[in-house]
């Protein structure tokens, strides 16, 4: 009997062994098709909860044969619109704040039409709220550089559409604007009375010990272990802008994570540990025909299955953070030559479906 056991035990850790070596070489594949459809450098996180894998691909700067660090810090940009949702969506909770709130409620004069556009209409970008970063360069440009070393408070960067009307009726759209989230920020400082990096890092940074984020403010740099971001000029130049002031993304898409702070932080969001169920429901129920919650997007999978969490840039950076009921991905990539979009799409629909996408 012994024996048997013995040999049923070796079994099963060899099967396990075969399964997480498929597992590995699935992550491997996809980020190397990434990096070979036009990124520097990627890495990634899987997380099913009880395990988690991680692997790298590319260089870590141009030129270099240095590894992807698989613990590396990076610019997660729009991702950043998840945690400023569910803090402000905190402040609701406690009965601070309304949803059907108008903005000018709280932020009096801060826009000509702020008593017409609700906290709710920021969260889900149904505002009509102008796109502030439609008044500067392109990020992808080389104007834009000349902005790099500039200092924005979230204030002057809303003032910068304050004199244009509506891009349409608050609440009749979708229109993606930053705007929005610069907007919550603001919302949070004015309800809480701390600046918008103390009031995350109380609420979320601290208490999941997501020890490799941070909001960095104006600090230029991306602290411990990174790969160079990197800004594609014409055809065949790369310019390095890992270092710039970061405070022109502001609370819209200003933190630095690891894939791994970005799964957990994800994995207590929509494991309901973070929120009340009805406004974790408010964050995945999709408007007016969109893919937009009120801070989470949706994406449909080719297994049938749809996937919440957030995508987001920021100058140099690409980051998506995706999970179902099973499974969460965290992958970034640093920018290079080509456009790898449609490699990013392919990876994460694998990996989410595997395992049946439960």
Request: charged share 20%; glycine share 12%; hydrophobic share 40%.
């Amino acid at each position: 009997m012994v024996a048997g056991a013995i040999v049923l035990v070796l079994m099963v850790s060899s099967a396990a062994a075969v399964a997480e070596g498929s597992r590995m070489t699935r992550l491997q594949q996809g980020l190397d098709s990434i990096v070979a459809a036009g990124a520097t450098g990627a890495a990634a996180e899987v997380d099913t909860g009880g395990d988690r894998i991680r692997a790298s691909a590319g260089a870590a700067e141009a030129g270099s044969t240095a590894p992807v660090p698989l613990d590396g810090r990076f610019r997660i940009g729009s991702v950043t619109k998840a945690f400023a949702a569910t803090v402000v969506l905190h402040l609701v909770a406690e009965n601070r704040l309304g949803l059907d709130d108008p903005v000018g409620s709280v932020l009096p004069g801060v826009l000509p039409y702020a008593d017409r556009v609700t906290i709710r209409q920021l969260l889900d970008h149904t505002s009509g709220v102008p796109e502030y970063l439609e008044t500067f360069p392109s990020p992808r440009s080389e104007e834009f550089l000349d902005l790099r070393w500039r200092t924005w408070t979230d204030a002057e960067l809303v003032a910068r559409v304050a004199g244009e009307p509506l891009s349409f009726d608050p609440g009749t759209t979708t229109g993606y604007s930053n705007t929005n989230y610069l907007l919550i920020g603001m919302i949070t400082e004015r309800l809480t009375g701390k600046p918008y990096a103390a009031t995350l890092h109380d609420r979320l940074i601290g208490p999941l010990a997501l020890t490799g984020t941070s909001f960095p403010g104006t600090d230029p740099t991306v602290p411990g272990p990174h790969a160079h971001g990197y800004l594609p000029i014409g055809r065949d130049r790369l310019v390095d802008i890992t270092e710039l002031d970061p405070s022109v993304m502001g609370s819209a898409g200003g933190l630095i994570s690891t894939t791994t702070d970005v799964n957990r932080f994800f994995g207590a969001l929509l494991g309901g540990r973070l929120l009340p169920a009805l406004l974790l429901t408010e964050m995945r129920t999709t408007v007016l025909g969109s893919q937009y919650g009120a801070g989470l997007v949706a994406l449909p999978l080719s297994c049938g299955v749809t996937a919440y969490g957030k995508d987001g840039d920021a100058p140099g950076y690409s980051t998506w953070s995706f999970g179902t009921t099973r499974k969460h991905v965290t992958v970034s990539l640093t920018w290079g030559g080509g456009d790898p979009g449609d490699a990013v799409q392919a990876f994460l629909d694998e990996e989410l479906c595997s395992f049946g996408g439960e």
